[in-house]
């Protein structure tokens, strides 16, 4: 509904007294009405004078008066529509706005999450490696004690072979 390209059909018609003009096809807000009340004029001319050339003024008049009025209400429309459609399009600009701002958090929210999950997975494997390696180390260990304690075995009993050898060769000295 553009100011100047609106294609409603207005009728003016006269009703049976002669003294109201009936407009049909158009709503009128009661303001609209209450205005189109008021006397045009400050003489305040008595509305009951009789249907001729004053009348068909009152009623050319009152056709401005309509017609003004409609314009008006007309630009009223017009103006809350375009409101409506700047705050259409600034919500939308929000809401995309808000979509890419979401999106991106989510992006970063999974490449983060991934990357703990790889961290996750070499501390894991370097794990794996610690504990094989001290698994080793345990077992080269083991081995190397068993063959300390083997030695000392040996040692320990050459060693008191031949210290009962030598105490018998004194005891057999000295007896």
């Known amino acids: 509904m553009g100011g100047g390209s609106s294609t409603r059909r207005v009728t003016f018609e006269a ?3 002669e003294n109201i003009t009936v407009v049909k096809g158009v709503r009128l807000s009661d303001s609209v009405i ?3 009340k008021e006397p045009s004029s400050p003489s305040g001319r ?17 056709k401005k008066r309509i017609a003004e009025e409609l314009a008006l209400e007309r630009a ?3 103006s809350e529509a375009q409101k409506r459609r700047l705050f259409g399009k600034l919500l939308e600009r929000e809401r995309i706005s808000s979509n890419e701002h979401l999106t991106r958090a989510i992006l970063r929210e999974r490449a983060a999450t991934e990357e703990e999950r790889q961290k996750a997975q070499r501390f894991a494997k370097q794990l ?3 504990d094989r390696e001290l698994k080793k180390h345990d077992a080269y260990y083991k081995e190397q004690l068993a063959r ?4 000392s075995a040996q040692f320990y009993k050459v ?3 031949q210290y009962q050898k030598a105490a018998d060769e004194v005891s057999a000295r000295f007896k």
């Open 159 to 161: 060693t008191t072979e």
């Open 148 to 151: 300390l304690e083997e030695r």
């Open 46 to 62: 008595p509305q009951s004078q009789h249907r001729s050339a004053s009348g068909a003024v009152n009623d050319e008049e009152l």
């Open 76 to 78: 009223r429309r017009d």
């Open 34 to 36: 209450d205005r189109m």
């Open 128 to 130: 794996e490696e610690k």
């Open 15 to 17: 009703d049976e007294n």
